[in-house]
């Protein structure tokens, strides 16, 4: 965006304080404009107020990301990628997570195919509170048969709601795609250097988002970036070639690293959301396990260096698992809090008999335990203790987490060990070596509890209750 | 049809459409629709006005077309749209692109290098190393075209000095070594490629073995005798014993210029310091996610104890995949931006304990213990990909040296990143073919 302090979105705002936005004032709703938490739409008399608008439509423009935005597919499961503002997360938090795509191709069995989406879109680990999962089906043209790669793309719409990406240098086959698929807004993959005109007419004849492929030649990308934009084809992604290995592959994260810094710099030609294509991979390694482990090195390069959509291959879990969460740790934002607050917090419904834990009040750290405890259904105390929002094993070796910040921690929650039955602290394994500390500290018993909480359901099937 | 229809020829058109229903609604002189509906629309009432608005401007397009306006493009270019009628394919296309040139300018902020550190001596600087390994110099973000790098990033694989407890996948590959830290400092040296050897302590905890500090020094001999590569010293990560460990190690590495690991403001780091600068050892200044911190303690090290500046390596913490990673991608990102830009306490080099990464349940667990899951597959192969990515991760990041574990993680990760620092060479891939690629 063009500004970047609250009072430069002040003045564009109607500074009456009326509140419909639900702050409290005008000037706290700017902060949350530059912020990104709201959007200009939000100040609901800006909008709806004739003589406010001049002042919306500068706002807007002034607001808008430096990388455009673009959206593929519709409804719930559409994609928006792009929308960044900076180079680097602290300086705000990068927005639009890297969109995953894995391939399928038109010259699959069907069984083959249904079975792989399905694979696809089923795919979710559980991280924090929430599913880590997939987001689109790349469907690549390998026969160059327009009406195969329309019977392949019909197949996979048939069997998955994840948008589309669709494959193919042949604008024939694109068509043959296009006519089964417009409604559902998929990507264009791709035009290039000789078939960039057909291409760009296909995307404006069916009003869909198209990359735009120019192989370590950013002269060429930016052209043709910005003769679509100047004809009307804003939904642009940039292609500059995945070189998978060697000299390559550094001139590859150079690309990058070029476009993204001239985009957030001001040059609206390029400020466009760039792919990463990591399946290339697959064309320099032939044993399975090695593509895997390189595609997901390229990928993991580029989910931390402006990358806003890729297209693998890999469905390995061993590939996929490393890819959500390297994607989740780029694109968490900076700003949310490092931790909970320090407290008791009771698991399900704990009586007097049920266990009390202690764990750290990282954030990180206690949702995994909670989620440990609370999907194996563990009635239990667990307390978060104020380590500064350090991890358990840190914690204890930098002295954040001691026995006197534990009987600290059950203290000021109010915890009554008295009204537990068996008047037993469990520390986490990591934390063992407090144990002599803490039975002097607290005069409670303790007992070790497992390295890792994955652990804790079998732990108490074991151990608890104690032994008397 | 005529040429020379005028604006007022828009009444007569409009006449024909069921607009006078429509309250509220003017068209003024600059064909600009005035909405005010005055207390907001109801969806149905937006819905008829967008309509009406809709055919009233597709009328005012067709005058605009008889003017000879291209109408079409404007309403691509303006709705990202087409018009209701199709191109005939061809009869739309864009004629030719645009030239452009691509350029973009280079971090002039980026004015302050990184200090150089160097570990290992060799015979010409009074020891026994084979080679030296030179950390940092950095002037710019690692790999970016800004500046070359100097210095390549280095491995130092972890050595214990009594057996452990480590994942399986570790594990099998130390079997035959775990009960002798020279012949472990050798296998990995030989078979794994290391550039360096860390050599830990963790016997020495008193909640452990307490083993004396010249006891543990005996083991620090050893392993130099057992390997020629540079050599980092670790203590056990207790506060009050460390301090004393590393005392006695210094001593008898004289002359080796190892990394003493480590400085942290939790423990006596003036003793650390000390045991440094009086035998020729380079420190490492560790310190927990905390880029404040950071700066303390090595303030600390240089002005209270004296430390060289080119004999300080920071540790500013790793967090595994999955378990803080973005806080220690950012906190390194941050220190060595703001190095590059000339805060003088954060010129450092780093070093990243990515062994961490195995404490990740994903990369040694045999199953997601949520039976929400899907399927983790087999954990093998998991666990040295954990590594890798943790490691690569901080490398760019600006990351200079890695302590690691597991041979794999060892030999993909110094592969992409000597890739990445532009040192190997491979046969170029028409990458042009992608998509039909049969794999």
Redesign the interface.
């Known amino acids: 965006m063009k500004i970047n302090s609250p009072l430069e979105a002040y003045k564009f705002l109607p500074g009456t304080n009326c509140g419909e936005c639900g702050e409290t004032s005008c000037m706290a709703f700017a902060s949350h404009l530059i912020d990104r938490s709201l959007q200009a739409t939000d100040c609901i008399p800006l909008i709806?107020e004739?003589k406010y608008k001049k002042k919306y439509d500068e706002l807007v423009t002034l607001l808008a990301p430096e990388i455009r935005e673009v959206v593929i597919g519709v409804g719930d499961n559409a994609i928006s990628i792009g929308g960044d503002d900076v180079l680097?997360?602290?300086k705000l938090t990068f927005f639009n997570k890297t969109a995953l795509a894995y391939d399928v191709w038109d010259t699959m069995e069907e069984a083959d195919l249904v079975e792989r989406v399905n694979k696809i879109q089923?795919?979710?680990?559980?991280?924090v509170g929430d599913?880590l999962t997939l987001d689109m089906i790349a469907v690549?043209?390998?026969s160059?048969d327009p009406e195969k790669f329309a019977a392949t793309v019909k197949k996979v719409m048939e069997t998955t709601d994840f948008p589309m990406v669709l494959?193919?240098?042949e604008p024939a086959v694109l068509r043959a795609g296009l006519e089964v698929a417009a409604e559902k807004r998929p990507l264009l993959?791709a035009a290039?250097k000789d078939n960039?005109?057909?291409v760009?007419?296909l995307a404006?004849?069916f009003?869909v988002p198209v990359t735009v492929?120019a192989?370590n030649d950013?002269?060429?990308?930016?052209?043709?970036a910005?003769?679509f934009a100047?004809?009307?084809?804003?939904?642009v992604v940039l292609d500059p070639?995945?070189?998978?290995?060697?000299?390559?592959?550094?001139t590859t994260?150079?690309n990058f690293?070029?476009i993204r810094?001239?985009g957030i710099?001001g040059?609206r030609?390029?400020a466009f959301p760039i792919m990463a294509?990591p399946?290339?991979a697959?064309?320099?390694h032939d044993d399975e396990?090695s593509?895997?482990?390189w595609e997901?090195?390229v990928a993991?390069?580029f989910t931390?260096?402006y990358g806003d959509i890729m297209i693998m291959?890999s469905i390995?879990?061993?590939?996929l698992?490393?890819q959500l969460?390297?994607r989740?740790?780029?694109y968490?934002d900076?700003r949310k809090p490092?931790t909970v607050d320090p407290a008791v917090y009771e698991i399900g419904s704990p009586t007097a008999d049920s266990p009390l834990l202690v764990t750290t009040n990282?954030a990180?750290?206690y949702y995994?335990v909670e989620?440990?405890l609370s999907?194996?259904g563990v009635d239990c105390y667990l307390t978060a203790i104020d380590t500064d929002g350090?991890?358990v094993?840190?914690a204890v070796?930098?002295?954040q987490l001691t026995a006197a910040k534990i009987k600290k921690g059950l203290d000021d929650a109010g915890f009554d060990m008295g009204k537990l039955t068996h008047k037993v602290i469990v520390l986490p394994g990591l934390a063992a070596?407090l144990q002599g500390d803490v039975e002097d500290e607290t005069g409670a018993g303790v007992m070790i509890g497992p390295a890792?909480s994955?652990?804790l359901?079998g732990w108490m099937e074991q151990n608890w209750p104690p032994q008397k | 049809m005529s040429n020379k229809m005028k604006l007022s020829g828009l009444t007569d058109i409009l006449k024909d459409l069921d607009v006078q229903s429509l309250e509220g609604v003017t068209i003024e002189g600059d064909i600009e629709l005035?909405i005010?509906g005055g207390g907001?629309l109801n969806p149905a009432m937006a819905y008829a006005l967008g309509h009406e608005a809709a055919q009233i401007s597709m009328h005012v397009a067709n005058i605009a077309r008889m003017l000879g306006y291209p109408v079409d493009?404007l309403?691509?270019?303006?709705?990202?749209?087409?018009p209701q009628q199709?191109?005939v394919?061809?009869a739309?296309?864009?004629p030719?692109?645009?030239?452009?040139?691509?350029?973009?300018?280079k971090m002039s902020e980026w004015a302050t290098p990184i200090q150089e550190v160097t570990l290992g001596a060799t015979s010409a600087d009074g020891g026994s190393r084979k080679n030296t390994v030179t950390l940092g110099g950095e002037n710019a973000l690692p790999?970016?075209?800004d500046a070359e790098m100097p210095h390549r990033n280095y491995v130092t694989m972890d050595v214990f000095d009594m057996p452990i407890s480590m994942a399986k996948s570790v594990k099998e590959n130390y079997g035959d070594v775990i009960n002798d830290p020279a012949d472990w400092a050798k296998k990995v040296v030989k078979d794994f490629n290391a550039d360096m050897v860390t050599i830990h302590l963790i016997s020495t905890d008193p909640?452990i073995d307490d083993t004396p500090a010249r006891e543990a020094a005996k083991v620090v001999e050893d392993v130099l005798q057992a390997v020629k590569v540079p050599i980092v010293i670790g203590g056990s990560?207790n506060?009050k014993k460390d301090p004393e460990v590393l005392e006695k190690a210094a001593e008898v590495a004289e002359g080796e210029r190892v990394l003493l690991a480590s400085a942290?403001l939790?423990l006596d780091y003036e003793r650390v310091a000390k045991a440094a600068t009086d035998h020729g050892h380079a420190v490492l200044s560790w310190t927990?996610?905390e880029i404040n911190a950071q700066k303390e303690l090595n303030r600390k090290l240089m002005k209270q104890c004296n430390v060289p500046r080119d004999s300080i390596v920071m540790d500013p913490?790793t967090?595994a995949?999955?378990?803080?990673?973005?806080?220690a991608?950012?906190n390194m990102?941050?220190i060595r931006?703001a190095g590059l830009m000339g805060d003088d306490e954060l010129t450092f080099p780093m070093s990243s304990g990515t062994t961490n990464a195995w404490?990740a349940?994903?990369s040694w667990?045999k199953e997601?213990?949520?039976?929400?899951?899907?399927?983790?597959?087999?954990r093998e192969?998991?666990g040295?990909?954990?590594e890798?990515?943790t490691g690569?991760?901080l490398s760019?990041a600006g990351n200079d040296m890695f302590m690691m574990m597991h041979p794999t993680s060892v030999q993909?990760l110094k592969e992409?990143t000597q890739?990445?620092?532009?040192s190997?060479?491979?046969?170029?891939?028409?990458?042009?073919?992608?998509?039909?690629?049969?794999?």
């Open positions: 709806e004739k680097h997360r602290h089923d795919f979710k680990k559980f991280y599913y690549r043209s390998v160059n494959c193919s240098f993959y290039n960039w005109q057909e760009a007419a404006q004849e009003n492929f192989p950013l002269d060429l990308l930016k052209s043709m910005k003769t100047d004809n009307g084809i804003e939904d070639g995945t070189f998978p290995t060697g000299k390559g592959l550094k994260l150079n690293l070029k810094r001239a710099n040059d030609d390029i294509v399946f290339t697959w064309m320099a396990v593509a895997s482990y997901t090195v993991s390069i931390v260096k291959h390995e879990p061993y590939a698992m490393p969460h390297i989740d740790t780029m968490t900076p490092v990282f990180l750290t995994t989620s440990d999907s194996n350090i991890g094993e840190a070796a930098g002295g070596r890792d994955g652990r359901p | 005035d005010s907001g493009q309403f691509a270019a303006s709705m990202g749209g087409v199709a191109p394919a061809g739309s296309r864009i030719e692109l645009l030239p452009a040139k691509f350029d973009v300018s790999y970016y075209f909640l990560g506060p942290s939790n927990q996610l913490t967090a995949l999955g378990y803080g990673l973005d806080y991608y950012t990102e941050r931006l404490g349940r994903e667990m997601s213990p949520l039976k929400q899951d899907s399927d983790w597959g087999p192969y998991r040295p990909i954990w890798i990515v690569l991760t760019l993909v992409i890739t990445l620092y532009g190997i060479e491979a046969e170029e891939i028409d990458i042009t073919k992608w998509i039909g690629a049969e794999v």
